[in-house]
């Protein structure tokens, strides 16, 4: 099932209310640590899975990467990408990763910031993206942590009469599959997985694990946005950065 | 810190207990899925760690390796796994693996089952694993799942008022570190490492994962220990299987 929440306009307004602001989970938690883990651009052919309004296919070019294509399932995204962002090296494209065509073994680094989690077939997905990713090609993603996925409540965070946050409350984690969560609007559908399918999902597809990363952020980062101290106590997104096995070695 | 809560008598009376009905968690949960993961061990030299009364040092030699040496830092284990098993393949020792001088890359297969999380310094327990195995080598270890190890409250199912199971607490996932649980005995004392901090440090002492298991029970096993149903609700053991790099593909 391929969910479009960023084309229902409600939605895609607030989203876009949250992006505006600098002190966002984004900016000071997922993309620094997912930065830490970018390998060298300079000549590679990259593909952006879930690139939004274009901004990180935008970097990559201006890192010397020789092409960059940037997929959206959403067309407020994709137009907003090729208003933002005009370059020969720049392809942006609305379509689902399950129905694009890559020529095996092109590209040389896959990524994706948060937008696994809503993708129904993950093995499709991995298996697909490995096929795409020439020897010794990188993945890099973020996705919900599983840990936040895992229970069907609507509500994790227990608190106390005085409203005070008593622990982050985990259930059903091995019953792997759909969820929805009120973020912005509600019932926005996304996919629960365990750490142990995800990174099982990998190995079996080729893919060599090389860097795990449950965010942590900086005092900084917590006096910005003081919901940020959460973070400590249970982690919202998991980073993770795998290889392509070279096909000698594997 | 060395732990050796195994040489408390009234631990190790309790321990026995449970070791000796046929429906416990090791039994139904840890160990059939830890039994999925072991490699041929014919001619093998393997190296246990935290090896009990035995047994599986005794299992392995039954399947043909070589040489098994089991280490155990309890002297009530040790007494009893010499008791217990007699083979020239077999030598026994009551020591901490901080303690013990194994030749560079002279073991072919590391196991450990639920041992690692009473070892304060995992990185250099790794390390030493990893120059002790051979290219191609194998660490097989099992340990209390961070998501059970992360909270530093002692009780972390949430009940209702009439006692039925409402989730699963999660708190301090960050604060890797010391916890103390009541398990037999009082104030057991283990590590909460992070699964990023498990699986890193892997990585960096040049192991490559190859699986990772959050056992599931069987039907069979849950009928014959009903409480075995709430793994279905969080994970309380995580299984870990890598692979020493061959150098000339490190």
């Keep these: 099932m391929k969910q479009n929440i960023y084309d229902n306009n409600k939605f895609f307004e607030k989203y876009q209310e949250i992006r505006a602001r600098e002190n966002n989970y984004n900016n000071l938690l997922e993309q620094p640590n997912f930065f830490t883990q970018i390998p060298t651009l300079k000549n590679k052919v990259v593909f952006d899975i879930g690139c939004g309004m274009g901004d990180f296919a935008a970097y990559c070019i201006s890192q010397g990467a020789k092409h960059v294509t940037g997929i959206d399932i959403s067309s407020n995204m994709i137009a907003n990408a090729k208003k933002r962002h005009i370059h020969e090296g720049l392809t942006f494209m609305q379509v689902a990763f399950e129905d694009v065509t890559?020529?095996?073994?092109?590209?040389?680094?896959?990524?994706?910031?948060?937008?696994?989690?809503?993708?129904?077939?993950?093995?499709?997905?991995?298996?697909?993206?490995?096929?795409?990713?020439?020897?010794?090609?990188?993945?890099?993603?973020?996705?919900?942590?599983?840990?936040?996925?895992?229970?069907?409540?609507?509500?994790?965070?227990?608190?106390n009469h005085e409203g005070n946050l008593l622990h982050f409350a985990v259930d059903n984690y091995q019953d792997e599959g759909l969820r929805t969560q009120n973020w912005l609007v509600e019932n926005v559908m996304m996919y629960h997985r365990?750490?142990?399918?995800?990174?099982?999902?990998?190995?079996?597809?080729?893919?060599?694990?090389?860097?795990?990363?449950?965010?942590i952020p900086t005092k900084e980062a917590v006096c910005n946005l003081p919901s940020l101290?959460?973070?400590?106590?249970?982690?919202s997104f998991l980073i993770i950065r795998a290889k392509k096995h070279k096909s000698k070695l594997a």
Tied chains: 1, 2.
């Design 194 to 215: 365990t750490m142990s399918t995800i990174l099982n999902t990998l190995i079996e597809s080729g893919l060599q694990i090389e860097k795990i990363i449950e965010p």
């Design 102 to 159: 890559v020529p095996n073994g092109s590209i040389d680094f896959v990524s994706s910031s948060l937008a696994f989690h809503y993708i129904a077939d993950f093995q499709l997905l991995i298996k697909k993206i490995s096929t795409a990713l020439c020897e010794g090609g990188m993945l890099l993603f973020s996705i919900e942590h599983p840990i936040v996925t895992a229970n069907k409540g609507k509500e994790n965070w227990i608190t």
């Design 229 to 235: 101290h959460r973070e400590f106590r249970r982690p």
